[in-house]
């Protein structure tokens, strides 16, 4: 099994150094890609990332769906491992992923934990061990065989929010999607930013208009103007 891990950035300096190290460092022979694609960065982000060793292209069309899309098109590993440039990956996802796949599964993601000690957001964490919808998303990372991804073709690219649960609901319908029993770490920058509820809330309202089939347009201003 050969993986590829795919990166969609916008101004993510801060973190992608340490996250292409971490990958290069652990990925091991396996490993046959690792690309970085941009969505019209303004800060120095592509620099890091090929200072730091990964492929690093422009999308033509800004947006996480149409960025790991693109990605998807300029790769060649058999398993896609979507990764969002604040996360920290396990160091053992080459071979939880490969276990995975032998066990019968075509796609799924880590459980996850902030970077934070907020009692709230330990709780929030501890609820990404289970299989509801609402307790998944991309800052958990997606690992997806390339031959259900193509059956699927790929992410929605309507969803300019929520193509991460768009996909997960369409897995879901076709072939089995687990939960691997580890820990990722992720950002708490948008919670440090508002207060834990007004995140809740926000993101309630998303889902709700998710699941109501309105326009991601519609969702993705709704949510923007809610935060900070």
């Not at 993601?109 to 907020?118: G, I, L, N, P, Q």
């Not at 007004?198 to 709700?208: D, E, I, K, W």
């Amino acid at each position: 099994m050969t993986l590829t891990v795919i990166i969609p950035t916008l101004n993510e300096v801060d973190h992608i150094r340490q996250l292409i190290c971490d990958i290069r460092q652990y990925g091991g022979t396996y490993l046959t890609d690792l690309l970085v694609v941009d969505g019209g960065s303004s800060d120095d982000t592509v620099a890091q990332a090929q200072a730091a060793g990964a492929r690093v292209v422009t999308s033509v069309l800004p947006g996480r769906a149409n960025q790991m899309n693109y990605g998807a098109s300029l790769t060649t590993g058999e398993v896609l491992y979507f990764v969002h440039a604040d996360v920290k990956i396990h160091p053992d996802f080459v071979a939880d992923i490969r276990q995975a796949v032998a066990d019968g599964n075509d796609a799924g993601c880590y459980r996850f934990k902030f970077a934070s000690e907020h009692p709230m957001l330990k709780l929030n964490s501890y609820g990404t061990r289970f299989p509801g919808l609402m307790s998944r998303g991309g800052d958990q990372t997606l690992f997806i065989t390339r031959s259900l991804f193509n059956r699927l073709d790929g992410f929605h690219e309507r969803y300019v929010v929520m193509e991460d649960f768009d996909i997960i609901t369409r897995i879901r319908a076709v072939a089995r999607f687990c939960i691997i029993p580890k820990d990722v770490i992720v950002s708490a920058r948008k919670y440090e930013s508002n207060s834990w509820l007004r995140v809740q809330v926000a993101n309630l309202t998303a889902f709700s208009l998710f699941f109501m089939n309105v326009s991601p347009i519609r969702i993705a201003k709704t949510y923007r103007k809610m935060l900070h």
